[in-house]
């Protein structure tokens, strides 16, 4: 599945290249852990650990702050 996990990381990118622009918005802070779940799956296929690592943080701190 190596073509999949290649395609979901560039969605991932373009996500994440969109998402500054409007992370003062809910749908900003989604677009950017929408992004960083999508490039945490092609870094998780590199084994490249710590990428993930700070991804997830990423992620639950984005999600926490559309939950406060």
């Not at 677009?31 to 991804?55: H, M, Y």
Request: hydrophobic share 65%; net charge positive; glycine share 8%.
């Amino acid at each position: 599945s190596g073509p999949v996990i290649s395609f979901i990381g560039w969605m991932g990118a373009a996500a994440l290249m969109a998402a500054p622009f409007i992370i003062d918005t809910a749908f900003g802070k989604l677009l950017a852990v929408f992004g960083l779940t999508c490039i945490s799956l092609q870094a998780w296929r590199f084994k490249a650990f710590n990428i993930v690592a700070a991804n997830v943080v990423s992620i639950v701190g984005y999600l926490y702050v559309l939950c406060i």
